[in-house]
């Protein structure tokens, strides 16, 4: 039943995933995960030996490559011309690289328009990112912003991934200083979003208070 957007921005570790994809499910809507995609313009221009430094080089592959993800929340993929990515994506390497690629502005032109095809395409999804209250879906019908303690999202990512918390608290850090200071489209707050500290609240929770805002905005 009708048309229905959420957009769910927030740093890295701060449960962004895990809730847009139980919360999308619990309202038999789709699910985009926008990192997966610029993970994998990323995993292009690596596999391709491009300097993820280089802008230039990398606004030529993304121009290049098909990149195409699953909505299905309880099933999501990422294929780069055809080839799925889904783990490679996830990788130190991939991970050591995106956010430069994410700053590059043709980039984020090219990903926040076809975000924009699969949106509305949709009708009703939780789209997850950085900038998508902000930028890519600005008229959502609700927007969240998923934050964390810094301590909690290092422990969180570092259990997911196996790592040590030491590196992976410096890794996030680097990422997210990154991402909110490059100058096209930064990780933003919408100032009509809805901030949720997760840091002592259980997924379940936020769940439950999410689709409690949506049931008295309809
Ligand atoms: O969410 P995830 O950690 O997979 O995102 C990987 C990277 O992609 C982020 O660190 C950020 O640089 C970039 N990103 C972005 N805009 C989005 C989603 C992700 O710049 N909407």
Same mark, same amino acid.
Request: overall charge negative; charged content about 25%; hydrophobic content about 45%.
């Given at each position: &039943?009708?048309?229905?957007?959420?957009?769910?921005?927030?740093?890295?570790? &701060?449960?962004?995933?895990? *809730?847009?994809?139980?919360?999308?499910?619990?309202?038999?809507?789709?699910?985009?995960?926008?990192?997966?995609?610029?993970?994998?313009?990323?995993?292009?221009?690596?596999?391709?030996?491009?300097?993820?430094?280089?802008?230039?080089?990398?606004?030529?592959?993304?121009?290049?490559?098909?990149?195409?993800?699953?909505?299905?929340?309880?099933?999501?993929?990422?294929?780069?011309?055809?080839?799925?990515?889904?783990?490679?994506?996830?990788?130190?390497?991939?991970?050591?690289?995106?956010?430069? *690629?994410?700053?590059?502005?043709?980039?984020?032109?090219?990903?926040?328009?076809?975000?924009?095809?699969?949106?509305?395409?949709?009708?009703?999804?939780?789209?997850?990112?950085?900038?998508?209250?902000?930028?890519?879906?600005?008229?959502?019908?609700?927007?969240?912003?998923?934050?964390?303690?810094?301590?909690?999202?290092?422990?969180?990512? &570092? !259990?997911?991934?196996?790592?040590?918390?030491?590196?992976?608290? !410096?890794?996030?850090?680097?990422?997210?200083?990154?991402? &909110?200071?490059? !100058?096209?489209?930064?990780?933003?707050?919408?100032?009509?979003?809805?901030?949720?500290?997760?840091?002592?609240?259980?997924?379940?929770?936020? *769940?439950?208070?999410?689709?409690?805002?949506?049931?008295?905005?309809?």
């Amino acid at each position: &039943s009708g048309r229905c957007v959420v957009a769910v921005d927030g740093p890295s570790g &701060s449960g962004k995933s895990t *809730v847009s994809r139980r919360l999308a499910a619990a309202l038999y809507a789709q699910y985009l995960d926008t990192g997966a995609m610029y993970r994998a313009v990323t995993w292009a221009a690596l596999a391709s030996g491009t300097d993820p430094q280089d802008a230039e080089a990398v606004a030529k592959v993304a121009g290049e490559i098909e990149v195409e993800v699953g909505t299905d929340p309880d099933a999501p993929y990422t294929r780069v011309d055809g080839t799925p990515v889904d783990r490679a994506i996830r990788g130190p390497e991939v991970t050591a690289a995106v956010s430069a *690629v994410a700053a590059v502005p043709w980039v984020r032109q090219l990903l926040v328009a076809q975000q924009r095809k699969i949106i509305a395409a949709a009708g009703r999804i939780v789209v997850e990112g950085r900038d998508i209250g902000s930028v890519v879906a600005p008229d959502a019908d609700l927007k969240v912003y998923l934050t964390a303690s810094a301590d909690a999202r290092a422990r969180r990512r &570092s !259990a997911e991934n196996a790592a040590d918390l030491s590196f992976t608290a !410096a890794d996030l850090d680097r990422r997210d200083r990154l991402d &909110s200071t490059r !100058a096209a489209d930064p990780l933003q707050q919408a100032p009509d979003a809805v901030v949720l500290d997760t840091t002592e609240l259980g997924i379940d929770e936020v *769940v439950t208070r999410l689709r409690g805002m949506l049931d008295r905005s309809f």
